[in-house]
């Protein structure tokens, strides 16, 4: 046993506790032992920070702003939205978010997905028949599922590709996941689908404070076109309550004011005054050709590369604006803030947005650049609620993001572009065109997440360089020598599938994937097959609420307890590994060329 050898298995036997005892953060314990690795020699300064610019942290963090541009837009909430109106049971509504999200899963990153339709889930749960806490936990499973279908889906299918081409040469392609993966995320729908019923209904989950703020009703105004399509002649045409909005007034071109009625005719330049939340708004002006009201000119930006920003403001009973009205107090043009719609409580709006004079209480929706709004808030005495990504009929906004990610996909699947550009470019891209802006393209990051990959790839690598996996290979493959290979590789799915929970999917992934391929090697095997198994193992943490960000993300919005997971977990890890392990077998032959 060589003196780097047993160094690096010191730093393993000490590290790998440390993380299972989650009384330190993750990514703090992981840069911590690469400086110990740096310090006792195992780890070059030179080599030490190459896992920041490997190719699996690019992808997970272009994966990560491509899905944040998607939840921004709306989109994917509009297009489910029909769908899910008509299903009044939780029998129908389980199948259909726990589909979609599996279905998202595949396209972004888990994470991502299942944070998208997070919302949706929770405003339908507190519905009558429906619960949250039976709708969440299915979603998180089967994103983590619909997750193992593509190469980007999860962290752990990049990884294990970075880990077959620095022992093999080759990485896996985009969609070499997909027979195994869509086989196991269609058992595993089948299983929810009935087995969300092992789960409590009555618990009462979290509710954020700007997801109440989001409840609020607004009143804003929409434009009716020059030209409009001939199925639109009337306001009931437009069937404004499939959105969830409200007719409080028509105002004509020429200032008359007409009766809000469902047989009024739709006449060019008409002023609608509408009534709904941000989103029911936000999906009106993306499913009609109304045109948001605007005023003549653009917000004003201090600097020309100043972000644009949305909040929303309760107005506090000293402020000057209290009697005045967007037009009285020149607001967009004294202090370069547009106002685009206004909340009152127990009061319907009808007259126009420029018009409506300000009364105490009033919440505001505001949008300016950056520099604006401080000092906007502070001097007239409004109070700040919450940041809105606020939606109205920007169209570049809405669907920019799917219509980027399908390219990227598109390019990745005829072997146009590599996947860490392919993915790269999307974001940028993303980025580019203002449908996401910097400042949250930063914040989408999970610097947590990147950062532990990053720290303990070159740890990994030097646990491999001193020959310390290929000890423990050999004694594994000692102890299953004789062993039926499909055993073997059940084996090892379950030992990443109970590494996961405690030392997290990334790291169960980078410690278990070099010593697979030496396994199979070692039993005359061919390594993809126990890559695979090491892989859907270490994405398949369905017992704990802690294994997996997804887990984590509906604990409180589902008021689950830890020991929740097991109700529905147990059995479906039951499923993955009875079914995946022959799946894996069957798809990727152990023997042959």
Sequence with gaps: MTTPRILSFTLIACTVPTFAWGRFRYDLV???????????????????????TSDVVVIIASALIISA????????????????ARLKSLPAQVPALAGATAILSMLTKNVGALAILMPTAIKLGRSEGSSASALLMPMAFMSLLGGLVTLVGTSTNIIVSQVREETIGRPFG??????????????????????????????????????????????TE??????????????????????????????????ERIEADADAPLVAGQILILEGDDEALASLFSRLPLLPVRPDNDVEKAKPNEEVRSIEVVVQ????????????????????????????????????????????????????????????????????LAERRVQLGNTRQRFGPIAILIVAILLIAFHVVPVVAGFF?????????????MREAYGALEPEVLVLIGALTPISEAVQHTGGTGLIAAGLSHMLTGIPALIVLGVLMMTAMACS?????????LVLGPIAVLVAKGLHLKPDPFLMAVATGAGCDFLTPIGHQCNTLVMGPGGYRFGDYWRLGLPLSFVVIVFGTPLIAWFWPLVGQ
């Design 30 to 52: 992981s840069v911590v032992a690469l400086v110990v690795a740096m310090a006792i020699g195992i780890v070059p300064v030179k080599a030490a920070f190459i896992g920041f």
């Design 69 to 84: 541009a998607i939840a921004r837009s709306g989109v994917i909430e509009t297009a489910i939205a029909p769908v899910l």
């Design 174 to 219: 985009m969609f070499d996941f997909a027979p195994v993966g869509l086989s196991l995320t269609a058992l595993g729908f089948v299983f929810v689908s009935v087995g969300w019923r092992l789960l409590p209904r009555d618990r009462q989950g979290n509710t954020p404070i700007e997801e109440s703020a989001a409840d609020a009703a607004y009143a």
């Design 222 to 255: 929409a434009t009716v076109p020059d030209t409009l399509d001939d199925t639109f002649k009337t306001i009931a045409d437009l069937d404004l309550a499939n959105d969830g909005v409200t007719l409080s007034a028509i105002e004509c071109s020429n200032g």
């Design 317 to 384: 009973p000293d402020s000057p604006l209290i009697g005045g009205s967007a037009r009285r107090t020149r607001m967009q043009d004294e202090y370069g803030v547009k106002l685009l719609a206004v909340g009152r409580r127990d009061e319907r709006i009808t007259e126009r947005l420029r018009e409506i004079s300000i009364k105490g209480g009033d919440v505001l929706l505001l949008q300016a650049g950056e520099s604006a709004l401080p000092d906007f808030v502070r001097s007239l005495s409004l109070l700040p």
């Design 425 to 437: 470019g999307a974001a940028v891209a993303i980025v580019a065109v203002g449908a996401l802006p």
């Design 501 to 509: 929970p405690f030392l997290h999917n990334a790291p169960t992934v």
